[in-house]
């Protein structure tokens, strides 16, 4: 089926380039997520024209420039930010650093039987490590598919943005010692030892007000960019396209 947008065709070529620009999913969630966004695109451009504003050959420019126009978004008070900072206290504290190991279980994501065997192999070595916990740098250099393996696990102090997220937001939430469970990522399954953590002291509110408030401020602009887009979207003629399925396919 077309994909249109009051009756100007999304052309499929330009779909299924942007189709290789969307990260994951399947062939046609990718497909169905480009021509999401390239309708917002179209959208935004047949609004510029109509209020004036030159696109061609500066679409993106145009673009910023109706939005800057046509939605309005009111600063965050120190109220506002406030009530954030103490709803969220446990999100402004210092930087988290842990001295970590781990043995990494190997298996990949598209491999279901893998996986299995992974993870009940991981759960026989955490229960065996529990036991034994001197065979922690055996048991790596064993069985860790790590480069990290040679050192006995040992990945040294690891922050964020170190490494994986799915691997670094269990591992900085941890407490010091073996974990329980292994800790399932992309590339399978990893026992996890924290040795040391440093970091996590409480800030005050001073230290991050302006922070609070650009994020407010950024929150409040993508809701209302959205809903200015669900309003253009409800008056406009669409066909081979679902706007109502995604958070706005222009903020992602």
């Not at 947008?5 to 997520?33: C, Q, Y």
């Not at 696109?55 to 109220?79: K, N, Y």
């Not at 409040?220 to 679902?242: F, N």
Request: hydrophobic share 40%; aromatic share 4%.
């Amino acid at each position: 089926m077309l994909a249109m947008v009051n009756r100007v065709v999304l052309p499929e070529h330009h779909i299924n380039a942007e189709s290789g620009e969307v990260e994951s999913g399947t062939i046609d969630e990718k497909r169905a997520e480009a021509t999401r966004r390239l309708a917002v695109k179209e959208l935004l451009r047949q609004r510029a024209e109509a209020v004036g504003i030159e696109t061609a050959e500066r679409l993106d420019a145009a673009i910023d420039e109706l939005l800057a126009a046509e939605v309005t978004v009111p600063e965050s008070s120190d109220d506002d930010c406030r009530r954030y900072f103490e709803a969220n206290r446990e999100r402004f504290v210092t930087p988290v650093r842990v001295d970590m190991a781990h043995i990494l279980l190997a298996a990949a994501p598209d491999d279901p039987e893998a996986r299995v065997t992974a993870r009940e192999q991981a759960d026989d070595l955490i229960a065996r490590i529990q036991t034994e916990p001197d065979s922690f740098a055996a048991l790596a250099r064993t069985h860790s598919r790590c480069p990290s393996a040679s050192a006995g696990g040992a990945l040294g102090w690891i922050g964020r943005g170190q490494t994986v997220p799915e691997l670094e937001n269990v591992a900085l939430r941890l407490d010091i010692g073996l974990a329980k469970k292994p800790v399932e990522t992309r590339y399978g399954y990893h026992i996890v030892r924290v040795d040391d953590r440093r970091g996590g002291a409480p800030l005050a509110y001073d230290d991050v007000a302006a922070m609070i408030a650009d994020y407010l401020t950024e929150s409040s602009w993508r809701r209302a960019v959205s809903q200015y887009i669900r309003v253009l979207a409800s008056e406009a003629e669409l066909r081979g396209v679902d706007l109502e399925t995604a958070d706005n396919p222009l903020l992602q």
